[in-house]
């Protein structure tokens, strides 16, 4: 299979579940789609303008998940696992139905969605992939949370710290390089939050759909879910997992590395932003065996592009 090629998924895959925030329940369905695509979803309760692409431009919403909207207002939330899945597996094509507003926690992490993708298989296609490759560092920094992007070689880096009071989350530190290290604990790693912020965030209309089985929850010094962590730096991971999903909305692998300090949703998508209003930020390269780019000289790494 090679690496230089979009890929889709080899049959439907059907999920069913509460969504976090909203606690309704939804059917969703990703099915294969033609190269050149995209991601696409499709809210199949919904019979007019019922199409909303995941496009950073389209993030309506950026507080706590990451919603998107389309031009008349129609919108799934809580897409950012489900896209950390996609694109940690390389998948550029996918058309995914839903028939409610959010989609499905599960188990609070993107483990069921790899799994499942893994069980049925990828589809190679014909069409070469399109990376964003970063040409200039750009930074974005709200108080004390920051975010920057700087070219690198090859690969995409994410380069991620959280900083809790919180003595059992504390000061967690990780980084990968999504297309080369083995993600299994990023995909794994669970959602989390802090007991005395639950009434709150109910009251906000928030976490209706939460519970221990889909949410790691943080008490003092204790940890409420029976079973314990899932992995030492579950916390960080979680955050890496959502950024993986939030970059996404780029709609392209980048080649580019992240370093981010206590960041989330909002603070990758305002970076995303401030990178693509500007065309010297960034170049979109076509990978053709014919044609790479200068970053590829070395074709011993492009398996690690896949
Ligand atoms: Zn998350």
């Known amino acids: 299979m090679s690496v230089l090629n979009q890929k889709t998924i080899n049959t439907n895959l059907t999920f069913k579940g509460v969504g976090l925030h909203s606690g309704l329940l939804a059917t969703m369905t990703v099915k294969p789609a033609e190269p050149n695509s995209g991601i696409i979803f499709k809210r199949t309760d919904i019979k007019e303008d019922n199409i909303i692409i995941p ?18 207002g129609v919108s799934v939330s809580t897409i950012e696992h489900l896209m950390g899945a996609l694109y940690g597996l390389g998948i550029d094509n996918a058309l995914i139905e839903i028939d409610n507003q959010e989609v499905p926690i599960l188990d609070g992490s993107a483990k069921l969605f790899v799994a499942a993708i893994s069980k049925i298989g ?13 040409e200039k560092k750009i930074e974005f920094i709200d108080g004390s949370k920051t975010i920057s992007i700087e070219p690198s070689k090859i690969s995409l880096d994410i380069d991620f710290e959280l900083k809790y009071e919180n003595e059992i989350i504390g000061t967690q530190k990780n980084s990968v390089k999504v297309f080369e290290s083995d993600l299994s604990d990023i995909y794994n790693s669970r959602t989390f939050c802090l007991f005395e912020d639950i009434e709150k965030l109910k009251e906000m209309g928030l976490a209706q759909g939460g519970s221990l089985d889909n949410a790691i929850v943080v008490k003092d010094n204790e940890i409420l879910n029976e079973e314990g ?13 959502d950024c993986m999903g939030d970059l996404y909305l780029s709609g392209y692998k980048i080649i580019g590395k992240i370093v981010c300090s206590q960041g989330g949703h909002k603070l990758t998508n305002q970076l995303l932003r401030k990178v693509f209003q500007n065309n010297e930020n960034f170049s979109l390269v076509e990978i053709t065996e014919k044609h790479l780019p200068n ?12």
């Open 295 to 306: 970053v590829f000289v070395n074709k011993s790494h492009l398996r690690s592009i896949a």
């Open 122 to 134: 990828i589809k190679n296609s014909d069409a070469p992939i399109k990376i964003v490759k970063i």
């Open 55 to 72: 496009n950073i431009f389209n993030v309506s919403s950026a507080v706590f998940c990451t919603t998107i909207s389309n031009e008349s």
């Open 229 to 241: 962590l899932r992995n030492e730096k579950e916390f960080v991971n979680h955050k890496i997992l």
